[in-house]
């Protein structure tokens, strides 16, 4: 899937998915693989926020730390 994707990709991909999810051309099936993709890019981009949380809250301490 979008594996390694940076976050701006993934969000275009993501809204990619949701303009095709709001056309309703595609197929039951289709429409749950979208979905399901969709899904998966969002706890992608979950990870990376909670990943860069993490970095700028260790800056922070070690900013404080130094003054």
Not at 11 to 26: G, P
Not at 30 to 36: D, F, G, P, S, T
């Amino acid at each position: 899937m979008a594996e390694n994707k940076n976050f701006e990709l993934q969000l275009e991909e993501l809204d990619s998915i949701i303009k095709k999810l709001e056309n309703n051309k595609l197929s039951l099936d289709e429409a749950l693989v979208q979905y399901k993709n969709g899904i998966e890019i969002i706890q992608e981009c979950n990870e990376i926020i909670k990943n860069a949380e993490e970095q700028v809250k260790n800056l922070s301490k070690e900013l404080n730390f130094n003054e």
